[in-house]
């Protein structure tokens, strides 16, 4: 697929199709030996940059990267990765090309650029041409494209017994034969060590010597497995919200989320106790919320977005709270919380607890998460519910559900770096989705390689969260000025 004339953010679709792409939150056999990277063509030859087709977004360039579906058998069937930049805007003082590694999985590297560059600092964008692209089977790269009708059935998480089990089993089967039917053969290389080799070769087609890299949240498991695939072509790699692909089990990957997770809950509960701004101040933030969650439950709890229709408790969870966690813009859920508990009633009604997004195959095919069957599954929702008492049915329980059966490429292992520069690792001590335990170990895998850089404050993501954890990480990527071990910065003010 080519950019030239088109628009870099245009989606194919079909009649009857939808893009299964999916956000998920979110590990013990050892990576295999990389295939060698054959030899890149000239970056001139690789990335033929012209203007984005986007008028309210001017000055991105964008362009396709040639890769093999399978990096196993690299003189076979190919695919165009869409590819985007922003060029520095200080030419003189320009250290190079960064690319950043974006999240999900399921974002858009091209939209990232193109359209939330202010997600980069200042400095970052006045020193480095800021490039992404969109990872294989995502938005412009031969995205993974699923029946809509077949999506639509899709069985809730909240499993009653074996027969839901084995439902959920036969369905899952079913849409992963429909998802490769109309995807293509790539739909079986979707994994994070497919898109390593992705990566370097889009650092030789830039014409990089190194590495600069700057990865968020699903982002860090790349830049992670780069950095233990190539340590010698990484210049300078930050991981920011990291993501721990060691966690051994499905229930020690379920139990850390719904720890951090309900840590975030904590800490907003405390706020709202001390902040005379917090909308339900002087009542009990807890005893409100979960009688938002008993309406819910119930589907008398209207969606704030579509007046109306109920909401469900999942979706009071995951579509409400975790959202605003994530923004750590507690004042925000505070309203939100007081006029929905101000909301008159809806009639009792059936509510449907369908995941926030669907299946996503990059996922399952980088996460062994086995469930022997329902009787396993109950525990590990009962667990769950135990560690997040006030955030039932978290993501990544819909996740876990959703890969039930599925095959993976890229299964669960620590990270095994020698000769890597020293890598950044970048964390809130308050991360809804990462918790800052995964940080900690992240960076001890890294050995002599992590340094881990502390933000005292909440949210996911951290690297602009005011002038100290700013100035640090810019400092480091234009000059390669690492910050001494144990450093930490001070939480600062919610922009909410």
């Known amino acids: 697929m080519s950019f030239r004339g088109r628009s870099a953010l245009r989606r194919s679709t079909a009649r009857g199709t939808a893009l299964a792409v999916g956000a998920a939150l979110a590990f013990i056999t050892g990576l295999a030996a990389a295939p060698a990277v054959h030899a890149s063509p000239s970056a001139a030859e690789a990335l033929r940059w012209a203007p984005c087709d986007d008028p309210a977004h001017p000055g991105a360039e964008c362009a396709t990267l040639s890769v093999p579906v399978d990096w196993a058998r690299p003189d076979g069937p190919r695919i165009d990765l869409a590819v985007a930049r922003r060029k520095a805007t200080d030419p003189g003082a320009r250290v190079g090309s960064m690319v950043f590694g974006p999240g999900g999985p399921g974002d858009s590297g091209v939209e990232r650029v193109v359209r939330g560059i202010s997600r980069f ?58 998802c490769r039917a109309r995807t293509g053969p790539v739909f079986d290389h979707l994994d994070t060590a497919q898109t390593v080799r992705d990566l370097d070769a889009l650092r030789a087609a830039l014409g990089e010597r190194e590495l600069t890299f700057h990865g968020s949240s699903y982002g860090t498991l790349l830049g992670a497995q780069y950095a233990e695939t190539y340590p010698r072509r990484v210049r300078a790699m930050v991981l920011e919200s990291v993501m721990d692909h060691s966690v051994p089990t499905t229930r020690d990957f379920l139990r850390s989320e719904a720890a951090t997770a309900q840590d ?150 620590r990270l095994d770096v020698h000769g890597a520069p020293p890598i950044l690792v970048s964390n809130a001590l308050h991360d809804p989705a990462t918790g800052y335990p995964w940080a900690v170990s992240v960076t001890r895998q890294l050995g002599r390689s992590g340094v881990l850089l502390t933000y005292e404050g909440h949210g996911h993501g951290s690297v602009t969260s005011g002038p100290c954890m700013e100035d640090t990480v810019d400092g480091y990527l234009t000059d390669l000025t690492v910050p001494p071990r144990g450093t930490s910065c001070p939480a600062v003010p919610s922009p909410s």
């Open 121 to 178: 600092s200042p400095e970052v964008r006045r020193r480095f041409d800021v490039v992404s692209f969109d990872p294989r089977g995502v938005g412009g790269s031969n995205p993974v494209t699923c029946s809509g009708d077949l999506l639509a059935e899709r069985p809730s998480p909240e499993l009653k017994s074996q027969a839901d089990f084995d439902a959920t089993m036969a369905y899952n089967r079913r849409l992963r034969a429909d």
């Open 264 to 413: 975030s809950f904590h800490e907003f509960a405390k706020w709202c106790d001390a902040a005379a701004d917090c909308a339900p101040h002087g009542r009990d933030v807890r005893a409100v919320w979960q009688g938002l969650l008993a309406r819910a439950g119930r589907g008398e709890l209207e969606d704030p977005a579509k007046p109306g229709t109920s909401l469900s408790s999942s979706d009071l969870v995951n579509k409400i709270a975790f959202r605003k966690f994530y923004q750590a813009d507690y004042a925000g859920l505070a309203r939100a919380i007081a006029e929905m508990d101000a909301s008159r009633p809806l009639p009792a009604s059936p509510t449907s607890t369908a995941p926030l997004h669907p299946a996503t195959p990059v996922f399952c095919s980088d996460w062994h998460l086995p469930v022997r069957d329902y009787q396993e599954y109950a525990s590990l929702v009962a667990m769950m519910n135990r560690t997040a008492p006030d955030l039932p049915y978290l993501l990544p329980v819909h996740m876990t559900a959703a890969c039930l059966g599925a095959p993976t490429a890229n299964p669960q292992h």
